[in-house]
């Protein structure tokens, strides 16, 4: 796996206490996390907890000076948080098997490893998006990013009904569909 300088230059700078590789981090990290833990029966308090927690780990692994990172800060802060939380669920009795059908007992290297391949495919999806044009990138934001309904996209983009709102975003699906695919097939 290829780990950037970068990253390896922020774990030395954990190590050594520095406030901005610390702000780095949670710049970086945190939304995600946020996201993974509200989506899988938690609050916003939970995922300040845990993020917190995982912060621990990783200072505590950056200062050890044994540590050896195999995957980008964000992928490690990831998969951390994920088992935190997954150990949280199971304590609260609130563990579901919604959670990404997860087991307690999987290894960090596979939820890295699919995690990494799950950016790969979300980096490729950024980029069909950007080529769509509009108005298709701002509708296709507007209901999957700004979770916006279709009455509301409807007089948003001028449509006449919520069901034309409805077509067009379809169509669009579909050109983004046969962008991502080409650019996949063409490897990017």
């Known amino acids: 796996m290829n780990i950037s300088k970068s990253d390896n230059e922020i774990l030395g700078e954990l190590a050594c206490g520095d406030s901005k590789a610390i702000e780095n981090i949670y710049r970086e990290c945190y939304g995600q996390i946020e ?12 995922a300040r907890d845990v993020f917190q927690e995982a912060m621990i780990v990783l200072y505590e692994n950056a200062k050890s000076g044994s540590f050896s990172l195999s995957c980008q800060v964000k992928t490690y802060m990831y998969a951390v948080c994920r088992r935190l939380w ?3 669920l199971q304590v609260m009795q609130r563990y579901t098997n919604g959670l990404d059908h997860a087991d307690v007992g999987v290894n960090v290297d596979e939820d890295i490893e699919e995690h990494e391949r799950k950016n790969a495919e979300i980096s490729m999806m950024e980029g069909a998006l ?14 999957y990013f700004e979770k916006k309904n279709m009455p509301e996209i409807a ?3 001028g449509y006449t009904n919520a069901d034309n709102a409805k077509n067009q975003k379809y169509k669009c699906l579909v ?8 650019n996949n097939k063409n490897g990017g």
Request: glycine share 8%; with cysteine.
């Open 155 to 157: 007089e948003k983009f």
């Open 175 to 182: 050109r983004l569909k046969k962008l991502f695919f080409s």
């Open 130 to 143: 950007n080529k769509i044009g509009e108005p298709c990138k701002s509708l296709l934001k507007a209901f």
């Open 86 to 88: 997954l150990k949280r």
């Open 35 to 46: 996201g993974l833990i509200m989506k899988n029966n938690g609050t916003s308090d939970d």
